[in-house]
């Protein structure tokens, strides 16, 4: 049995281990205990607090998989940034096309330039995705990064209108970002994991220090750090068509340090907010999982907020049957309501374990 | 050996120079037809008069040339012409004339302890209006050490530009040659220009020379380019000249004009600036009257630059062969003749 739930200080241990494994590691999640035992800390605060402005607030969530002697044990984590640029500017480089022509010479050419934005500061960000190498392409995987969804479609006031999502960028196969070596290095004269570390633990206010402060042409990149830019890393591939699936577009910018793709989306346009619908529940002890298709459910708890993948089992009257080990999960009984969005089969993914 | 205006007879000189420079003198093309017009249109300014209203914001171009009168004036006239110079009053007046400045942007970052400056290249329109000096060309049969032709054909701008001081703006430029690779190829356009302008270096060298520069405000990065992201060779050419023009450099520096952070946009080649009353040879120039004597023969080297002070159209200018005293100058009948004045002409001189 999987379920999503927001993470609390006890996670500690779990998340550690899961910024350590995160493949690339990831900025936004780094292997810091200090600053991982803060975030569960604010979550769990931000949970409990009325919210009716997006702030500073980061939701942690993690995924427990609990096997059949009950025994639970934290697989995977996932966590939104309430507004990007709440404490300090959220960075990104925003790719911009210059048409340079001349009569002249009877040229017209597009030139591509990356300028520094901050326009995505005033946006959600979905971030620090981390899930264990043995639940990677199943069920568990999009549940984990959808159930978040679930949980923005319940509180709007504390999201912004837009969600993003940075993809990390390619790196070759030593590791290295080419994007990276063409552009970040000449002005932060250090490695890239250096910064990353840094920005991720520390305030990233050096950002604003050290960069140039007009745009970069990309023609004057390296042919590998151009390549890079809007780039996937190949482990996330899937990510980004799945959120690609669920209503997530390519946006104009990409990440200040390795070029890596940012999607982005109008709140309201994602398959979890306007797909959803309440059902009252039902609880039956027999539901056929094979024949329905699945649907991740949500309670409308908050600080008690828990996600599920499970049949999406519609009475005629609309009721959504519940098998009781489920209704268990969800903290829901009969007659209560529960929020349901269907999940696209995908040929590739097994069910959850 | 005498400087004088260029005249429309001297068009088949001219064009042969042309031929001559060939492709890395970009403001003479092999074009007759440009070269006549460039004729007309420097005749127009040397004869404008000194109370002519346009003449304090003209971009008028003074073109001269270096006439050999020891040739034989049966020779066709383009065997007398030895070489050429010219002053444009004005740059970037009829288009813009572009350049990058070399400027610094700090970066600081307690966190990173970085404490630094990178050079960044501003585009730049900052000359506009200033004057140049440019086409300084000496055919070969003509550079014969001791003879000081090349020396001429540089100062008598300076006396020019003193003498006739109203023409002339505040401020003075000259663009140096940038630095090229053993296989003539520019680093600096090769990281730089040629991602922008879809043309080889010589065309686009070719179409500003011929004044046709607006596809360089239309095809040119606009906004500032950090060098730290240029390749090491082309950094190696900022402000860096071409190894042939650095006798050039070395003349203009001696006058006072000094690299100050701009350099071309093509070829990363310095451009050297001063404010022109503070040029060495137009501060230390003097006015002499002349002394025509059929005695002064001795010693007969060229130490004295002599410019004549009447209209502008009739401007001479050559080396007289003595050093002037007492506000006199003894010029030789011939080198009177050169210069076409007669005893008590008033003279501007510049001695070494």
Not at chain 1, 88 to 117: G, M
Not at chain 2, 222 to 247: F, K, N, S
Not at chain 2, 306 to 314: F, K, N, P
Request: aromatic share 8%.
């Amino acid at each position: 049995m999987l379920v999503v739930r927001p993470g609390t200080p006890g996670d500690l241990d779990a998340l550690m281990a899961l910024a350590a494994n995160a493949v690339p590691q990831l900025t936004n999640l780094p292997a810091h205990r200090d600053r991982l035992a803060e975030r569960l800390a604010g979550s769990v605060a931000a949970l409990e607090r009325t919210i009716d402005t997006p702030g500073e607030e980061i939701y942690v969530f993690v995924l427990e998989a609990t096997d059949d002697q009950g025994r639970a044990a934290i697989v995977g984590t996932a966590s939104i940034r309430a507004r990007a640029g709440a404490k300090e500017a959220y960075y990104t480089w925003r790719r911009e096309t210059l048409i340079h022509a001349s009569q002249q010479l009877d040229v017209r050419r597009p030139v591509s330039i990356l300028s520094l934005s901050h326009e995505l500061s005033e946006a959600s960000l979905l971030c620090a995705f981390s899930l264990d190498a043995r639940y990677r392409a199943t069920t568990g995987e999009r549940l984990l990064r959808r159930a978040r969804l679930l949980f923005v479609a319940q509180h709007p006031e504390r999201f912004m209108p837009t969600i993003a999502v940075a993809m990390p960028g390619h790196l070759d196969d030593a590791g290295t970002s080419p994007f990276w070596e063409s552009v970040g290095r000449h002005f932060f004269v250090r490695d890239f994991a250096d910064i990353n570390e840094m920005a991720g633990i520390y305030s990233k206010s050096f950002i604003a220090e050290v960069m140039p402060p007009f745009p970069l042409y990309e023609p004057l990149l390296t042919e590998t750090g151009r390549q890079a830019i809007g780039s996937t890393h190949s482990a996330h591939f899937a990510a980004a068509a799945d959120l690609r699936d669920e209503g997530f577009a390519d946006s104009r910018h990409v990440d200040l340090f390795d070029g890596g793709l940012l999607l982005e989306a109008p709140f309201k346009q994602l398959h979890s907010v306007h797909g959803n619908r309440w059902h009252p529940v039902r609880i039956l002890d027999e539901v056929a999982r094979d024949l329905r298709d699945t649907a991740l459910l949500a309670n409308q708890n908050t600080t008690a907020f828990r996600c599920i993948a499970a049949p999406h089992a519609l009475s005629s009257t609309g009721q959504l049957m519940l098998s009781p080990a489920d209704a268990a999960t969800l903290d829901l009984d009969t007659g209560r309501a529960v929020l349901a969005v269907t999940l696209p089969r995908l040929g590739h993914e097994t069910a959850p374990c | 050996m005498l400087i004088r205006p260029i005249e429309e007879r001297d068009l088949d000189a001219l064009h042969a120079i042309a031929i001559e420079t060939g492709e890395g003198f970009t403001s003479l093309p092999d074009n007759r037809e440009f070269l006549a017009e460039h004729i007309a249109a420097t005749r127009a300014a040397f004869e404008k008069t000194e109370d002519h209203p346009s003449l304090k914001d003209a971009p008028d171009l003074y073109f001269f040339v270096l006439e050999d009168d020891s040739v034989d004036t049966d020779a066709s006239a383009a065997d007398r012409i030895a070489g050429c110079c010219a002053i444009e009053a004005r740059v970037g007046l009829d288009v813009p004339f572009y350049n990058y400045r070399v400027g610094r942007l700090a970066q600081a970052s307690k966190q990173l302890d970085l404490n630094r400056v990178i050079d960044t290249l501003f585009l730049s329109s900052d000359h506009t209006g200033d004057a140049e000096v440019c086409s300084l060309y000496l055919r070969p049969d003509w550079r014969v050490s001791g003879q000081r032709n090349g020396t001429l054909l540089s100062r008598v701008r300076w006396l020019f530009m003193a003498i006739y001081r109203a023409r002339f703006p505040d401020r003075v430029l000259a663009e140096m040659r940038g630095r090229f690779d053993d296989a003539d190829v520019n680093p600096f356009w090769q990281s730089l220009g040629q991602h922008f302008f879809p043309i080889d270096f010589g065309d686009a060298d070719r179409l500003t020379g011929l004044g046709q520069k607006s596809f360089i405000g239309e095809l040119m990065p606009r906004y500032p380019i950090c060098t730290a992201m240029l390749p090491q060779a082309a950094r190696d050419c900022l402000g860096q000249v071409h190894e042939q023009t650095q006798p050039a450099l070395a003349m203009l520096n001696a006058q006072g004009l000094r690299y100050e952070g701009y350099i071309d946009i093509f070829d990363a080649g310095p451009t050297v600036e001063a404010y022109l009353n503070d040029v060495k040879a137009v501060r230390d120039s003097i006015e002499v009257v002349a002394v025509v004597d059929a005695q002064a023969v001795d010693p007969g080297s060229p130490v004295t630059l002599a410019a004549t002070m009447g209209t502008c159209a009739s401007f001479r200018s050559a080396w007289v062969g003595r050093l002037p005293a007492h506000g006199e100058l003894a010029v030789h009948p011939d080198e009177a003749a050169r210069l076409g004045i007669v005893d008590g002409a008033r003279l501007r001189v510049l001695c070494d």
